[in-house]
């Protein structure tokens, strides 16, 4: 069940309010029991019997997190262990093993057949929430969660549960105890749903075509112009950028209208004038996540330069496996990881910095070719396909399909351009304009909805 689907809006979501705020009214042990089983309605829904799968992470780690409080008499590091073993063997069963086995094969000559496991949706979201909470608990950050029902919601939570954002424990935990829901509020979280479904369905959706049917030519054998493998780069890079936005704003509002509050998760990550600044704007709650119980634990700044290259390339190798079980991720990250030594070493963005035009010329121009690398399903689609953008293999500097998707789309374009910068706050700030703009999204979001428009929801892969 995804949000922008006629069951979710219109069936799963109404009944879930009626249920929290006029059933359960101001009773908070009911609303987080609503939430709670609402929650797993919604995962059993599409994920069917994985639904046991989801249970027994949230048993699991509730069990781990009552032993692992600092003054506890069991072996705290021994239960850590096998409770972050647990959770991520999990995670390589369903998501890399088929990955692994096929390597170890074509490397050795092996035929070990595949088990070919269907990955569950959201696991590797609501894997790490659970690691982070047995680690802070382990830590002494946040107390262990008592009762089960809570610890499930947490894990669970619809809104944030299939596609992110990766939500820490400390930061809910006095709103699943205490929170406040508030007609302003309430409002709000409506207006950042609406916006999420625009950014999704009208942008996002419509750049899946054009950039699907680009990739389909040059995975066919097809050779392309110069000028349409980039129009296909940059189609995929607001894609990615409005499809994954889409989704966090609409959970940000979904959590908004139940009285939480959801850290944002991205930051107009396209006017970065560095990779580093990039980084800090994109996917935070991942890029967070890492940086908390990856690279600061190795070490992080505080070691020597060589060291701090070694914790950058492991953070970004894991960072690329995390998105998938595939050779293109491995590289997508390694990608990354040099780019980032490149400015550590040369102290690209802090110590010196181009000026802001070229600079925002540069790094999306290395966005595009990243895009590019995390796109390309196989490594001889992504060596094809960027070869091709700098012309070896090309069919041409430019031909007529990429002048007539330009010339039939360019108001998309325009606007994918245009509110991946913050123009939208400019909009915002006249309230009256701003509300009707929503109305009108929203509608026209219900009409393409209705027409059964193309939109896949690239994270759910992940």
Same mark, same amino acid.
């Given at each position: ?33 609503? %939430? %709670? ?26 069990? &781990?997190? %009552?032993?692992?409080?600092? @003054?506890?008499?069991? !072996?705290?590091?021994?239960? %850590? ?15 890399? /093993? ?21 990955? !569950? ?21 946040? $107390? ?38 508030? !007609?302003?509020?309430? $409002? ?43 129009? @296909? ?24 209208? &139940?009285?939480?509050? &959801? ?25 967070s996540w890492f940086k908390d119980y990856v690279y600061i634990p190795l070490g992080g700044s505080r070691v020597s330069l060589w060291k701090q290259y070694r914790n950058i390339l492991v953070v970004w190798l894991l960072t690329g496996l995390w998105h998938g079980a595939a050779w293109n991720y491995v590289m997508w990250g390694l990608y990354y990881a040099l780019w980032l030594m490149f400015e550590r070493a040369s102290g690209y963005g802090k110590k010196w ?5 070229? $600079? ?7 966005? /595009? ?7 390309? !399903? ?22 007529? $399909? ?61």
């Amino acid at each position: 069940m995804v949000f922008s689907s006629i069951i979710f809006l219109f069936c799963f979501f109404p009944v879930v309010l009626f249920c929290y705020f006029l059933l359960c009214r101001k009773n908070i042990v009911a609303k987080n029991i609503c %939430l %709670l089983l609402a929650s797993l309605v919604f995962y059993a829904f599409g994920e069917g019997w994985n639904i046991i799968l989801l249970l027994f992470s949230i048993a699991v780690n509730y069990g &781990f997190g %009552l032993f692992l409080a600092p @003054g506890s008499k069991k !072996p705290r590091k021994l239960l %850590l262990a096998c409770a972050v073993i647990l959770d991520l063997g999990l995670l390589f069963v369903y998501k890399y /093993l088929d990955f692994a086995i096929s390597n170890i094969n074509q490397f050795t000559g092996l035929q070990l057949p595949l088990p070919h496991i269907a990955l !569950p949706i959201g696991i590797s979201f609501f894997t790490f929430q659970a690691l982070s909470y047995i680690i802070d608990v382990y830590r002494g950050k946040v $107390a262990p969660q008592k009762n089960p029902l809570y610890t499930g919601l947490y894990i669970s939570l619809f809104p944030q549960l299939v596609a992110g954002p990766i939500v820490r424990y400390e930061t809910i935990m006095e709103q699943i105890y205490e929170r406040e829901e508030t !007609p302003e509020g309430f $409002a709000a979280g409506i207006k950042r749903f609406i916006c999420g479904m625009g950014k999704k369905i009208l942008l996002a959706d419509t750049m899946s075509l054009f950039a699907d049917r680009i990739m389909a030519k040059v995975q066919g054998g097809d050779h392309i112009s110069v000028a349409l493998a980039w129009l @296909g780069a940059l189609c995929y890079t607001l894609r990615i950028y409005y499809d994954f936005a889409g989704y966090s704003d609409m959970a940000i509002g979904l959590g908004r209208m &139940f009285g939480f509050t &959801f850290e944002e998760n991205f930051n107009y990550p396209y006017i970065s004038k560095s990779i580093g600044e990039f980084w800090r704007r994109w996917h935070i709650s991942l890029a967070s996540w890492f940086k908390d119980y990856v690279y600061i634990p190795l070490g992080g700044s505080r070691v020597s330069l060589w060291k701090q290259y070694r914790n950058i390339l492991v953070v970004w190798l894991l960072t690329g496996l995390w998105h998938g079980a595939a050779w293109n991720y491995v590289m997508w990250g390694l990608y990354y990881a040099l780019w980032l030594m490149f400015e550590r070493a040369s102290g690209y963005g802090k110590k010196w910095k181009l000026p802001t035009v070229p $600079a925002y010329i540069v790094t999306v121009f290395l966005t /595009l070719v990243g895009m590019m690398i995390f796109a390309s !399903p196989g490594l001889k689609v992504m060596g094809d396909y960027l070869g091709m953008m700098f012309g070896i293999g090309a069919a041409g500097i430019t031909d007529a $399909a990429a002048w007539f998707y330009i010339k039939d789309n360019w108001l998309f374009f325009a606007g994918g351009i245009a509110f991946a910068m913050p123009f939208g706050k400019l909009i915002e700030k006249k309230r009256w304009i701003y509300e009707l703009l929503l109305c009108a999204v929203f509608t026209v979001c219900i009409i393409y909805i209705i027409k059964g428009n193309y939109s896949p929801f690239i994270y759910f892969n992940f």
